[in-house]
Every structure is written in C-alpha cells, then in structure tokens.
C-alpha cells in the first residue's frame, strides 16, 4: 500500500496534505508512505522532518500510489502521473467545475471531495470545512487588527483612556464565532449577525451582541444540516436595513457568509462602506466566492475615497499554513483510515458507508456524485481537455486605492 503526498501546484497555496504526525499513522496501518521532495517547506516542515518520521522521498511520489492526498484539486497535468484505480482525497471546488470532474474521471481515479464530508457526529474529525474555518475566523481579526490604526482593547493610562474597538462579526458559523472569541479575548465591543435561529444563543455564550431582525421568517432560516437557507427579498431588505445603520458605527466588520453551491451574499453595499469611518477595516472572508462586500478584491487590500480597507487576502487558512496542515492533515487521516485493512494492510473503500456516499466523485472512469453527475455528463466531449489553463502565479496582496 503506496500513499503519496505531493507538492501542490497551484501558485499561493503553502499547505500540505500530511505532516510527520500523520506520516507516523500512517506508516502504523502499514503504509509505505512517499513525499515530493519540498511538499512541506511552505507549512515549516522540512524533507528530514518527514524522513525522521518514516517517509521516503521521491519527486515521483504519484507514481503507482493507491492514495493520494493533496490539499487542492489534482490538475489535469498532475493526474497524467496517477495510475488508474488510485484513491484521491483533497478539497476538490466541484461546484461549477464539472470539466474538471470529468477529467479525473477519465482518469480513472476515485476522487473524494473533503469539503463534502456530512456535518454528523462520527464525521465531526474528519471535517476540514469546521478545521479550516476556524483558523480563518481567528487569522480575520488578527489580519483585520493589523489593519486597523488603533488599540483593540480598553486601555486606562496616565495620558487618559483608549476605548475599545467596536468589531462587528457578519456570519456566525465555525469561521464568524471563532472571530467573535479571538476578539472578545483582544478586548473588543463585539456583536454579530447570521440569519439562522440557533446562532443568536452561540453569539451570546461567547459574549457578543447578537444583531438580526428575529421575524417569523428568521426563526425558519436554517436547513436541516444546519447551514443558512436562501432569505427572501423582503427579509434581506429589513436585515439590511438594520445592518446599515450597525456598520455605520463600527470600527472592523468581518464578514464570513458563504451557501455551498451558490456566489457568496452580498451583505455589505457600497453605501455602508461609505457611511463607515475614516481608518475602519472591513475584511472579506468570501471574497473569492464573489465576495459580501461591494467593493472587495481577491488579493487585495483596497482602500476606499472615505479612507475604508476592504481587506480581501485570498486563501486564509494558507495564511497560518504549519497549524492549517496539521489539522487538514489529521482530517485526511482519520477519513482515510475508514479505507484500510488493518488485517490485510491494504486499501478497501467501503463503498456503500454514508460518508464515502456523500463525498464520493468519481469512480471507475464516470462522474458518480447526483449533485454533479448530470451536470458533466451534458458537457462536450472534449471539455475536460480544457478545463484547466496553465496556472498563472499570484501575486502577493496588495494595496489599492479605490477613488
């Protein structure tokens, strides 16, 4: 049993899919396990990092593996490594990028989507959505306070008293409470927002001051797997209504609002921005998914005419890559470990287990998913060859001036 951990090719992407804690797992369950030389160096870890640990090295660690784990998407140039039959495990952004699919499908290879793990109890380890998040909520308000020109906390000095920020949180998933804990634990006001009923109790118990218009429609936003349902126009026009004159006396504003499957919400128009303080930062969680901030760029820090940041760093958990690898790391591990024999130490999917079901992609040459199945099977033929262009590299945020 070959399991191969590669660099990720994708430009601006520092994390890694195994660490040596996880290399160690998986050497126990019987695993020869094989790294590309430098896959850990954006993360900290080194090459001798994880020899020490049991892994060998190769820059053909593809090369015959039953598993792969990555961190993003093979592309259709990597998957030209992969040997039919090889099981793939990484974050794979399936929605509307059903050419993509079918190239690993051509491929032969059984794609797994971690983002697509369901939210229940058993899976609660293997969720990097909830690992990812939580260290993107916490890196928002410190990217945010960096921002920010002044002191967080309430200070009592001699030359008289500093109040404190007014940090005003929009979203209060895994992502939106962890920025409501790390601010409060920096000393600022801090109060939130989020459509779904049962987050007003979790804002609460971390100290915030929960902000929603709490009508007859509110109390039915949420979804049986708890995520946020679509609102109407009626509500989003009184909600905003509301959010409009909060975010006039903010200081920072976060924003995490994201709906699997659909272009980010807007939340915050121009307008708002507009009606906020000279020096006040807002940062964009969802920037690239469209963003919840008018006005947002992917990359970029864009300072606006009334001296507003809209701050929109791309790929936040990246932005703490050593701890984001080695909960990532841990989530690949304890899914993977569903899929191995431990009497033969082989790997053995359990194809008909409700979380192989739900995150399952693509498996002996087709598009099996129902969400994504039709969609790629009404492709042209020859979309796939063409779903991907050359990586371009990214440049490194940066500041703009909006007139």
Partial sequence: ????????????????AGTPDTVKRLKGLGADVVVEPGAGLAAGITDADFEAAGASLAADAVSGADVVLKVRRPSTAELKAYKTGAVVLATMDPYGNEAALVAMAKAGVSAFAMELMPRITRAQVMDVLSSQANLAGYRAVIDASSEFGRALPMMMTAAGTVPAAKVFVMGAG????????????????????????????????LGAKFIAVMDDEFKQAETAAGYAKPMSAEYQAKQAALVAEHIAKQDIV????????RAAPRLVTAAMVASMKPGSVLLDLAVERGGNV???QPGEIVTTANGVKIVGHANVPGRLAATSSSLY???????????????????????EDELVKATLLTRDGAVVHPSFAEAAAALPADASAASEAPAKPKAAPKKSTKA
């Avoid at 962890?178 to 804002?203: F, H, M, N, Y």
């Avoid at 976060?254 to 499957?261: N, V």
């Avoid at 790391?329 to 194809?351: H, Q, R």
Wanted: hydrophobic content about 50%; proline content about 6%.
């Fill in 254 to 261: 976060i924003t995490t609002a994201l709906i699997p499957g």
């Fill in 329 to 351: 790391a841990k989530n690949l591990f304890a899914f993977l470990e569903i899929m191995i024999d431990k009497a033969t130490k082989s790997v053995v999917v359990p194809w």
């Fill in 1 to 16: 049993m070959r399991i191969a951990i590669p660099r990720e090719t994708e430009a601006g992407e520092p994390r890694v």
């Fill in 174 to 205: 895994v992502a939106g409470l962890q920025a409501i804990a790390t601010a409060r634990r920096l000393g600022a006001v801090v109060t939130a927002t989020d459509v779904r009923p049962a987050a007003k109790e979790q804002v609460e118990s």
């Fill in 294 to 296: 008018e006005g947002a």
